[in-house]
Structure formats: C-alpha cells, structure tokens
C-alpha cells in the first residue's frame, strides 16, 4: 500500500480543533504520496489495492463476527458520493453490505427523535453498512432550514443555539455507544469547491444521460453555499472525536477522491483485533469426519 499512514492522519480533523476547512485543499493532496501529484494510472493502482484489502478484510469481518463497520459519507451535491460507493465498495459482497441513501423523513419517523430512523439501518455484526448521507443532515440542512423542525424549532438566539449544541453532544453520545459496542464508525466529509461544483452540476444539464441527476433543488442549494459551509464546519469541529472522528478527503479530483477514501476505510478497519474463530473440540472432531467421508467418495 503506496498511501503513507501519515497522510490518513493528515486527513483526520484533531479532535477539540476546528475543522478549519476554508483551510483544507480541495483540489490536491501532499505530494510524497507517489501519484498524488496527478499520475493517474498510480493513484488507480492504489484504489485498485484498496478494493482487494477491502474484500479481504469483509470477509474476516464476517468470519469473526465481533465488529461492524459504519461508514458515513457526507459532502455537497454533486461532490462524488454516489461515485465513491460505486468504486471502492466494488468488491465488497452485498450479503454483507448494505447501502442506504436518506431521503426527507416520512410521517412515522417524524414522530420519533431524529437519531430513530437511522438506528433502524445499523450494521450487525460482520457486517458494514454505508450512509449515503446519514443523522449529520439533523444538523445541516435542517439547520440551513430550521422551519423543518415545524413545532420543535426552540426561540430564538441563546435557546436556538443550545438546541444545536445539544444535538452535538446526542451525536457524539450515540456514536460513543456504537463504538463501546464495537462499531466501528468511520467519517468522511468529501470536501469539493464551488467552482468544481458548477462545473459538474452544468455537466449533468448538457449531458442527455444525465438529467436524471439534476434537480432544480441543486440550485436553490447552490445559492446557501456559504450558510452550508458554516454549518459543516461547525458540525465536523464539534464531532470529531477520538472514537470517531471526521477525515476530510479533497473531492475535486474524482479518481484521487477515491483511492484516498479507499485508504481512510482500509485503515480504520486494520485497527479493528479481528481474527478467524478456531474451531473448538468437537468442532475439529466433525471436520476430520467430514474430511474421511468426503475422501472416501
């Protein structure tokens, strides 16, 4: 594996620092990693290693039985989510690995605390499951549009803030949880500027194949960038912790948006004691029976 550890940790946002993401490339990453100045064909050789340590890793992920993984994607539109699943989960098996993409809530989710309906698709054990989004939107679009929250939205000024920092302290309480319980949460904000933004979302209007991706709501989002941008920095600062902290990957550039989420997934899930579970007495005593059977025809 060509990608230093280094620049994994490079990626991390310290915990009880702020995110500073105005500060944070979007278009590049240290060069000492060997591609990452624009050789293409290495840096989709690395993505190409990660995939094959991915799928090695969920199958002891699955043998063992003691961790799962959680995996949260977070970014603007069109900053490459969909992309990213697609290329570095590509080897994974789908028995033991769910994807889920969240819409506006329903009806019957509303009526429940907002953590609820995301508890409903937690990965069990052996298991990864990857939010296409995921409880961070609780605290950013609905604080980009706070008439969401209807009849909760809290007064204004000092009650309005300590609503959102509590929601914080709900988050990180919940993820501390998983983590004690052996989730593995794994946090990636694909970090795309402006400009490589419109540049996409005017690719999807001039592409026939794909209007299907473009919606008029994109735009109206384009317009609250910088209420947006605030409010991730403020969300990623305030939850990046040690069981869990947020890694900011730059996205303007696919093909190395990939191989380093590929690196940031790979990483967390060597860090998890997994090993294949030795069969016991009686275990072996029926393998080796099984073995003469098979043997004898």
Request: proline residues 6%; glycine residues 8%.
């Amino acid at each position: 594996m060509r990608l230093p550890r280094e620049l994994v940790r490079e990626l991390r946002v310290t915990p009880g620092r702020a995110a500073g993401l105005a500060e944070r490339p979007t278009d590049r990453i240290r060069t000492r990693w060997p591609g990452g100045g624009g050789a293409r064909q290495l840096v989709e050789e690395d993505l190409a290693e990660f995939v094959q340590e991915l799928e090695h890793a969920q199958e002891l992920l699955y043998a063992s039985a003691t961790n799962s993984v959680l995996v949260v994607l977070q970014a603007q539109d069109a900053a490459g989510k969909d992309g990213t699943i697609k290329h570095v989960m590509s080897g994974l098996n789908p028995q033991g690995c769910r994807v889920y993409a969240f819409k506006q809530p329903s009806r019957e989710e509303l009526t429940h605390d907002f953590l609820w309906r995301y508890q409903q698709r937690l990965p069990a054990r052996g298991e990864i499951a990857i939010f296409n989004r995921s409880y961070y939107e609780e605290v950013l679009v609905v604080r980009v549009h706070p008439e969401l929250l209807g009849s909760s939205l809290p007064g204004p000024g000092a009650a309005l803030e300590r609503f959102w920092r509590r929601r914080f302290q709900d988050i990180n309480a919940f993820e501390r949880h998983l983590h004690r319980q052996g989730t593995r949460v794994v946090k990636v904000f694909l970090h795309v500027s402006r400009e490589e933004q419109r540049l996409r979302l005017l690719e999807r209007l001039e592409d026939r194949q794909k209007w299907w991706k473009f919606s008029p709501g994109d735009l109206a989002e384009r317009r609250l960038w910088d209420s947006y941008q605030r409010c991730y920095e403020e969300a990623i600062t305030a939850t990046s912790t040690s069981w869990a902290p947020w890694h900011v990957v730059p996205a303007d550039h696919k093909y190395q948006l990939r191989a380093l989420v590929g690196g940031v997934v790979v990483e967390a899930i060597s860090q998890l004691d997994m090993r294949l579970p030795p069969p016991d007495g009686p275990a072996r005593e029926e393998m080796a029976r099984a073995r003469k059977e098979l043997l004898g025809g």
